[in-house]
């Protein structure tokens, strides 16, 4: 079966970076983006941007440009986010989440990792 | 980039239908997907392509799209249907996916 295992909760001060991961198993790695999607405490969804596993391609979402890189290692099938320069508002839910198209959604995604950020 | 909209919060009997609205400019031209996130869980994926199912979703999920507005139907609500709904799209313009703000869906 499907599934994305994410690495575990991370504190951090004002400034730092952090990294997080995302294994993938119980399908092709390939075939496959990773989106990365977070949600601070009480808040909606937000759509960070996407790697193609393929090719290595990422897209970040604007705000987050110079910030974010997004990253894989095919040879254990896990993808990573790193999030650089960090601030309180960063403090949120990070989820990684399999997709492959624009017509296909996002159909299988991790339990989450969140990220404390501290001053 | 590109707006959706969604009300804040929806309120339904059990078993009675719930019907939730994402609305966007022309968003009948887009591909919508809708995420059901029950508290302190991982969003699911319901409907995607404005109306198909992922395996395992209840027939009693459904999804339409026209025009400016798309829509996630609940028929026969259930008790463990009360969740936080986000509509989804891809923007051509901006090359990003987009969520709406969500709909907490209160099952009285």
């Known amino acids: 079966q499907v599934q994305l295992e994410q690495s575990g909760g991370e504190v951090k001060k004002s400034g730092a970076s952090v990294k997080v991961s995302c294994q993938a198993s119980?399908?092709?790695?390939?075939?496959?983006?990773i989106a990365w999607v977070r949600q601070a405490p009480g808040q909606g969804l937000e759509y960070m941007g996407w790697?193609?596993?393929?090719?290595?391609?990422?897209k970040y979402v604007q705000k987050f440009q110079g910030r974010v890189t997004m990253t894989t290692d095919t040879s254990t099938d896990t993808a990573y986010m790193e999030l650089r320069s960090l601030r309180s508002d960063d403090t949120a839910i990070y989820f990684c989440?399999?997709?492959?198209?624009?017509?296909?959604?996002?159909?299988?995604w991790g339990l989450g990792t969140l990220v404390t950020v501290s001053s | 980039s590109y707006v959706l909209t969604q009300p804040p919060s929806v309120s339904v009997a059990p078993g009675q239908t719930a019907r939730i609205t994402c609305g966007g400019d022309?968003?009948?031209?887009?591909?919508v997907h809708w995420y059901q996130q029950k508290s302190g869980q991982a969003p699911v994926l319901v409907v995607y392509?404005?109306?198909k199912r992922p395996s395992g979703i209840p027939e009693r999920f459904s999804g339409s799209n026209s025009g400016n507005t798309a829509s996630l139907t609940i028929s026969r609500v259930e008790a463990g249907d009360e969740a936080d709904f986000y509509c989804?799209?891809?923007?051509?313009?901006?090359?990003?996916?987009?969520f709406g703000p969500g709909t907490l869906v209160t099952v009285l």
């Open positions: 119980g399908y092709t790695f390939d075939d496959y983006a």
């Open positions: 989440a399999r997709g492959r198209s624009s017509t296909a959604g996002f159909d299988y």
């Open positions: 790697i193609s596993i393929y090719n290595g391609n990422t």
């Open positions: 022309d968003i009948g031209s887009y591909s």
């Open positions: 989804q799209v891809w923007d051509s313009v901006s090359d990003d996916f987009v």
């Open positions: 392509d404005d109306t």
